[in-house]
């Protein structure tokens, strides 16, 4: 079964300070993480995934299958980062998107 | 593009009434995706479509809910009747290429439903 864990509700952090919001999962095969982020008053949107290996918005994520992680990291916080993240994952073939619970990032000025 | 649209954004209605929810995916969007957020928790998916056919409804209810995409486009999802525990919002996603890397779920606003 997939299950993906966002052990933070909210997290809390000064304008220019690091970020790390957290994500594990289980899963017995090869799987693709993704991150996903809603903005107040906006839809849900796609945010980065693992395979791209890329940066978007300074935030970066890296698959440690070891630990089966997947961090979300930014090194300086901007206000504008404020929103819910959803760390997302799906298996091989078919399957579907499972979400985890998300976590609430606040930046204070 | 335009985005995936959703309608209606609100609804509030009293246990036991049936209710209906639209969905129209972005233009060429072969797979599209239902899923039910309740408050403090990740989407859940209720049923999958692509093209005109289910791909999972493993997680819908099947003895309340029930949704159709007949002609491979627009999708309907439908309660009847509703519980209180169905409060949520009703997120339709769609993506260009089922199951593909490549192929991100493009979300809509959501319908919030209130029963009371």
């Known amino acids: 079964a997939q299950r993906v864990t966002q052990p933070e509700k909210l997290l809390s952090v000064f304008k220019g300070a690091p970020v790390e919001l957290k994500c594990n999962y289980s899963?017995?095969?090869?799987?693709?993480l993704f991150w996903y982020v809603q903005y107040s008053r906006q839809r849900l949107q796609l945010l980065l995934r693992?395979?791209s290996r890329e940066s978007i918005k300074g935030f970066t994520a890296d698959l440690n299958k070891g630990e089966t992680s997947f961090h979300l990291k930014k090194p300086f916080a901007q206000e504008e980062d404020s929103a819910m993240y959803y760390c997302?994952?799906?298996?091989?073939?078919?399957?579907?998107?499972?979400f985890g619970k998300g976590t609430r990032l606040s930046v204070i000025a | 593009e335009a985005g995936v649209a959703q309608s209606p954004r609100y609804k509030i209605i009293e246990k036991r009434q049936s209710v209906a929810f639209w969905c129209n995916p972005i233009?060429?969007?072969?797979?599209l995706y239902w899923y039910q957020q309740i408050l403090g928790q990740g989407p859940k998916l209720l049923i999958q479509?692509?093209?005109?056919?289910?791909?999972?409804d493993s997680q819908l209810p099947k003895d309340r809910f029930s949704a159709e995409r007949l002609k491979g486009v627009d999708s309907t999802l439908k309660i009847q009747p509703a519980k209180l525990e169905d409060s949520a919002v009703y997120l339709c996603?769609?993506?260009?290429?089922?199951?593909?890397?490549?192929?991100?779920?493009?979300f809509g606003n959501g319908t919030r439903l209130t029963v009371t």
């Open positions: 479509f692509q093209n005109n056919g289910v791909v999972d």
């Open positions: 693992h395979i």
């Open positions: 996603a769609s993506s260009s290429n089922w199951g593909h890397i490549n192929s991100p779920l493009h």
């Open positions: 899963y017995s095969g090869s799987p693709e």
């Open positions: 233009s060429g969007h072969a797979t």
């Open positions: 997302a994952l799906k298996g091989s073939g078919n399957t579907p998107l499972v």
